[in-house]
T-cell receptor, first 110, second 116 residues
């Protein structure tokens, strides 16, 4: 089975940095994905990690440690439009299924 | 990025009726598509894997006779909610991905189903 945990909600100030942690336990791990989802909309892809280390893409960075079953998404220079839910998803080799954690709602305040 | 569409975007139906939702990959072929359900303020719950030309694979706890999946072509998968009841009201989202090791899943815009 799979178990993916991430905080339910986080609040941060515009211009600040927020780190969203995700721990996972999954058999046949084949990659860790982060998606952003605004209310009522479909998720949009942010990042993908399959090897240990940090992947940087503009204001967003994602880190993975396979041995620890741990990932984080780092959001820098927060903007009001970054208020959304952030979904951590683990993919398995069996069927390439992508299973998500509960999502973290980030609220950016002025 | 690739485009995945869903139709309809929203539907309201009476209890006991069946509803069909279509998921299409518009600019690529997808041998596998995935169906998710999302309740308000909750995350995506994987329901099933739709396989082109073969039976769908359902996640534990998902009734295959309740949620019929057909993947008749490389660009179309359908989800039929049979004998819908109010508890089936939810946001249904499909996803599809290109082949390859780094393939990301592209999500459709979702279908909001309301059963009265």
């Amino acid at each position: 089975g799979q178990n993916i945990d991430q905080p339910t909600e986080m609040t941060a100030t515009e211009g600040a940095i927020v780190q969203i942690n995700c721990t996972y336990q999954t058999s046949g791990f084949n990659g860790l994905f982060w998606y952003q989802q605004h209310a009522g909309e479909a998720p949009t892809f942010l990042s993908y990690n399959v090897l240990d280390g940090l992947e940087e893409k503009g204001r967003f960075s994602s880190f993975l440690s396979r041995s620890k079953g741990y990932s984080y998404l780092l959001l820098k220079e927060l903007q009001m439009k970054d208020s959304a839910s952030y979904l951590c998803g683990a993919r398995t080799t069996a069927g390439n299924k992508l299973t998500f954690g509960g999502g973290t709602r980030v609220l950016v305040k002025p | 990025g690739a485009v995945v569409s869903q139709h309809p975007s929203w539907v309201i139906c009476k209890s006991g009726t069946s509803v069909k939702i279509e998921c299409r990959s518009l600019d690529f072929q997808a041998t596998t598509m995935f169906w998710y359900r999302q309740f308000p303020k909750q995350s995506l719950m994987l329901m099933a894997t739709s396989n082109e030309g073969s039976k769908a694979t359902y996640e534990q706890g998902v009734e295959k006779d309740k949620f019929l999946i057909n993947h008749a072509s490389l660009t179309l998968s359908t989800l039929t909610v049979t004998s819908a009841h109010p508890e089936d009201s939810s946001f249904y989202i499909c996803s599809a991905g290109r082949q390859g090791p780094k393939t990301e899943q592209f999500f459709g815009p979702g279908t909001r189903l309301t059963v009265l």
